[in-house]
């Protein structure tokens, strides 16, 4: 069961919660899956996203990676979520940590996809911790960019009707990195660089 560990609402009403549980049980509008760029889903969250939904997962990834190219930091590819409580799946690459300007990848990822949730006419979202897992990126660093990303998308879209996004983190100590991340966020007034 999830546990909602913080949360902010922003003056337009738009929510952010920090959640402790398993995205893939998530019954929000689209969970996000922190994919490679050729969507191919073999372990980590992309593995379990497919175990719980179904190989429709894979075989849609598939399909869209022959349409489209390979996914792009900034174009999150989508598919529909097979047995998921949810109704779509955006897949999201992140960087690599080494790449090369990674902060502005990871801030890309994020924000794109919260435009293609809002592309889908969605109202609500969860996301994992992007890139933190076997891409490397430190945890420490990579928190106050997703918060700063998600601040920056909704103060440029006060109508938004994306109203709840979830950061879904399932392991104790990545969630304690993005907690005392939020409240260091919180203090220093909602902007790692304020």
């Given at each position: 069961?999830?546990?909602?560990?913080?949360?902010?609402?922003?003056?337009?009403?738009?929510?952010?919660?920090?959640?402790?549980?398993?995205?893939?049980?998530?019954?929000?509008?689209?969970?996000?899956?922190?994919?490679?760029?050729?969507?191919?889903?073999?372990?980590?969250?992309?593995?379990?996203?497919?175990?719980?939904?179904?190989?429709?997962?894979?075989?849609?990834?598939?399909?869209?990676?022959?349409?489209?190219?390979?996914?792009?930091?900034?174009?999150?590819?989508?598919?529909?979520?097979?047995?998921?409580a949810c109704k779509y799946v955006i897949h999201a690459v992140g960087p690599y940590?080494?790449?090369?300007?990674?902060?502005?990848?990871?801030?890309?990822?994020?924000?794109?996809?919260?435009?293609r949730a809002e592309d889908l006419g969605l109202k609500s979202i969860a996301l994992?911790?992007?890139?933190?897992?076997?891409?490397?990126?430190?945890?420490?660093?990579?928190?106050?960019?997703?918060?700063?990303?998600?601040?920056?998308?909704?103060?440029?879209?006060?109508?938004?009707?994306?109203?709840?996004?979830?950061?879904?983190?399932?392991?104790?100590?990545?969630?304690?990195i993005f907690l005392d991340q939020f409240e260091i966020w919180l203090i220093s007034?909602?902007?790692?660089?304020?």
């Open positions: 069961m999830s546990e909602t560990r913080a949360e902010i609402t922003f003056p337009s009403g738009q929510r952010l919660e920090i959640v402790q549980g398993d995205i893939t049980v998530e019954t929000v509008d689209a969970i996000v899956n922190a994919a490679n760029a050729q969507l191919v889903h073999g372990g980590g969250i992309a593995g379990a996203i497919v175990r719980r939904g179904g190989e429709i997962i894979q075989t849609e990834s598939d399909r869209w990676v022959a349409e489209h190219g390979p996914v792009e930091h900034a174009s999150p590819a989508w598919t529909g979520a097979g047995r998921l940590w080494g790449q090369g300007d990674e902060d502005a990848r990871l801030h890309a990822a994020v924000t794109g996809s919260l435009r994992p911790a992007i890139s933190t897992g076997i891409f490397s990126f430190p945890r420490q660093r990579a928190a106050p960019i997703f918060f700063d990303a998600i601040r920056a998308y909704l103060d440029e879209r006060p109508s938004s009707q994306l109203n709840l996004i979830r950061l879904v983190i399932i392991d104790e100590s990545t969630l304690n007034g909602g902007s790692s660089h304020g």
